[in-house]
Protein backbone atom coordinates (compact mmCIF):
# COMPACT_ATOMS: atom_id res chain seq x y z
CA UNK A 1 0.00 0.00 0.00
CA UNK A 2 2.56 2.69 0.61
CA UNK A 3 4.76 1.41 -2.48
CA UNK A 4 1.51 1.79 -4.43
CA UNK A 5 1.03 5.33 -2.73
CA UNK A 6 4.22 6.56 -3.14
CA UNK A 7 4.44 5.41 -6.71
CA UNK A 8 1.36 7.62 -7.13
CA UNK A 9 2.78 10.62 -5.47
CA UNK A 10 6.01 10.32 -7.36
CA UNK A 11 4.11 10.22 -10.36
CA UNK A 12 1.72 13.12 -10.12
CA UNK A 13 4.76 14.79 -9.24
CA UNK A 14 6.98 13.80 -12.24
CA UNK A 15 3.53 15.37 -14.08
CA UNK A 16 3.91 18.46 -12.43
CA UNK A 17 7.25 19.03 -13.41
CA UNK A 18 6.99 17.86 -16.72
CA UNK A 19 3.64 20.47 -17.04
CA UNK A 20 5.71 23.14 -15.55
CA UNK A 21 8.83 22.66 -18.41
CA UNK A 22 5.90 22.97 -21.24
CA UNK A 23 4.77 25.66 -19.79
CA UNK A 24 7.74 27.44 -20.20
CA UNK A 25 9.29 26.28 -23.35
CA UNK A 26 8.89 29.38 -25.74
CA UNK A 27 6.26 31.95 -24.20
CA UNK A 28 5.67 34.73 -26.83
CA UNK A 29 4.33 38.04 -25.06
CA UNK A 30 3.78 41.78 -26.42
CA UNK A 31 5.44 44.48 -24.53
CA UNK A 32 4.00 48.10 -24.17
CA UNK A 33 5.58 49.26 -27.29
CA UNK A 34 3.52 46.77 -29.05
CA UNK A 35 6.71 44.68 -29.82
CA UNK A 36 6.47 40.74 -29.38
CA UNK A 37 8.87 39.07 -27.61
CA UNK A 38 9.29 35.14 -28.03
CA UNK A 39 12.12 32.85 -25.91
CA UNK A 40 13.03 31.65 -28.97
CA UNK A 41 14.54 34.83 -30.65
CA UNK A 42 16.80 35.09 -27.92
CA UNK A 43 18.51 32.15 -28.19
CA UNK A 44 22.21 32.08 -27.42
CA UNK A 45 21.12 35.10 -24.59
CA UNK A 46 20.47 34.09 -21.12
CA UNK A 47 16.81 35.58 -20.62
CA UNK A 48 15.45 37.35 -17.12
CA UNK A 49 11.39 37.51 -16.58
CA UNK A 50 10.66 39.58 -13.86
CA UNK A 51 7.26 40.10 -12.27
CA UNK A 52 7.03 42.85 -9.97
CA UNK A 53 4.49 45.67 -9.32
CA UNK A 54 4.50 49.42 -8.39
CA UNK A 55 3.44 49.39 -4.79
CA UNK A 56 6.21 46.25 -3.89
CA UNK A 57 9.75 47.95 -2.70
CA UNK A 58 11.88 44.48 -3.18
CA UNK A 59 10.73 45.24 -6.86
CA UNK A 60 12.08 48.94 -6.78
CA UNK A 61 15.14 47.78 -5.05
CA UNK A 62 16.39 45.38 -7.86
CA UNK A 63 15.32 47.69 -10.64
CA UNK A 64 18.53 49.84 -10.96
CA UNK A 65 20.84 46.51 -10.92
CA UNK A 66 18.35 45.14 -13.59
CA UNK A 67 18.38 48.11 -15.94
CA UNK A 68 22.17 48.23 -15.41
CA UNK A 69 22.71 44.51 -16.56
CA UNK A 70 20.66 44.80 -19.62
CA UNK A 71 22.21 48.66 -20.29
CA UNK A 72 25.48 46.89 -20.54
CA UNK A 73 24.60 43.30 -22.03
CA UNK A 74 21.76 43.73 -24.00
CA UNK A 75 23.28 43.59 -27.35
CA UNK A 76 26.23 40.57 -26.04
CA UNK A 77 24.57 37.67 -23.93
CA UNK A 78 21.44 38.93 -21.69
CA UNK A 79 17.72 39.92 -22.55
CA UNK A 80 15.59 41.44 -19.50
CA UNK A 81 12.10 41.29 -19.98
CA UNK A 82 10.09 43.36 -17.05
CA UNK A 83 6.13 42.13 -16.51
CA UNK A 84 3.73 44.24 -14.27
CA UNK A 85 0.89 43.16 -12.29
CA UNK A 86 -1.42 44.46 -9.97
CA UNK A 87 -1.21 47.60 -11.52
CA UNK A 88 -3.96 50.45 -11.16
CA UNK A 89 -4.07 51.72 -15.19
CA UNK A 90 -1.08 52.12 -18.03
CA UNK A 91 -0.44 55.85 -16.58
CA UNK A 92 0.98 54.50 -13.11
CA UNK A 93 3.15 52.33 -14.82
CA UNK A 94 4.55 54.45 -17.49
CA UNK A 95 5.09 57.14 -14.54
CA UNK A 96 7.10 54.27 -12.64
CA UNK A 97 9.11 52.98 -15.55
CA UNK A 98 9.93 56.96 -16.38
CA UNK A 99 10.92 57.45 -12.89
CA UNK A 100 12.90 54.23 -12.90
CA UNK A 101 14.57 54.71 -16.05
CA UNK A 102 13.78 50.86 -16.90
CA UNK A 103 15.00 50.37 -20.33
CA UNK A 104 14.05 47.10 -20.78
CA UNK A 105 10.57 46.09 -22.46
CA UNK A 106 7.33 46.40 -19.88
CA UNK A 107 4.49 43.65 -20.56
CA UNK A 108 1.02 43.97 -18.46
CA UNK A 109 1.13 41.07 -16.66
CA UNK A 110 -2.50 38.67 -16.78
CA UNK A 111 -3.32 35.23 -17.42
CA UNK A 112 -2.19 34.80 -21.03
CA UNK A 113 1.56 35.32 -19.39
CA UNK A 114 1.31 33.18 -16.04
CA UNK A 115 -0.33 30.87 -18.93
CA UNK A 116 2.72 30.79 -20.83
CA UNK A 117 5.45 31.29 -18.06
CA UNK A 118 4.18 30.24 -14.76
CA UNK A 119 2.87 31.86 -11.97
CA UNK A 120 4.15 34.15 -8.82
CA UNK A 121 3.25 33.52 -5.61
CA UNK A 122 5.11 36.46 -4.08
CA UNK A 123 6.69 39.80 -5.99
CA UNK A 124 9.36 39.53 -7.61
CA UNK A 125 10.19 36.34 -8.66
CA UNK A 126 12.29 36.28 -11.85
CA UNK A 127 12.11 33.62 -14.54
CA UNK A 128 16.00 32.55 -15.67
CA UNK A 129 16.54 30.82 -18.86
CA UNK A 130 19.80 29.68 -20.33
CA UNK A 131 21.34 30.70 -23.37
CA UNK A 132 19.54 27.21 -25.07
CA UNK A 133 16.32 28.44 -24.04
CA UNK A 134 15.78 26.43 -21.08
CA UNK A 135 13.83 27.68 -17.69
CA UNK A 136 16.91 26.94 -15.36
CA UNK A 137 15.76 29.00 -12.06
CA UNK A 138 12.83 30.68 -10.54
CA UNK A 139 14.01 32.88 -8.46
CA UNK A 140 11.21 34.21 -5.45
CA UNK A 141 12.39 37.40 -4.30
CA UNK A 142 14.53 40.49 -4.86
CA UNK A 143 17.89 39.57 -7.21
CA UNK A 144 20.47 41.30 -7.39
CA UNK A 145 23.01 42.02 -9.96
CA UNK A 146 25.56 39.89 -8.47
CA UNK A 147 23.20 36.94 -8.05
CA UNK A 148 22.65 37.28 -11.58
CA UNK A 149 26.30 37.75 -13.19
CA UNK A 150 27.25 34.82 -10.76
CA UNK A 151 24.44 32.67 -12.34
CA UNK A 152 25.43 32.99 -15.86
CA UNK A 153 29.37 33.31 -15.16
CA UNK A 154 30.23 29.20 -15.90
CA UNK A 155 28.90 30.06 -19.56
CA UNK A 156 30.94 33.73 -20.31
CA UNK A 157 33.95 32.96 -22.73
Not at 13 to 42: G, M
Not at 72 to 90: A, N, S, W
Amino acid sequence: MQKTLLGLLLLILSQFSLAETKVSANFLITDTADVKHQLSQYKGKWVLVNYWATWCPPCLEEVPDLVNLYDQRKGKDLMVIGVVFDYKDMKEVKEYVDDMLVSYPIVLGGDTVTAQIGSAEVLPTTFIYNPKGELVKIKRGLITRQYIEKMIAPIKN
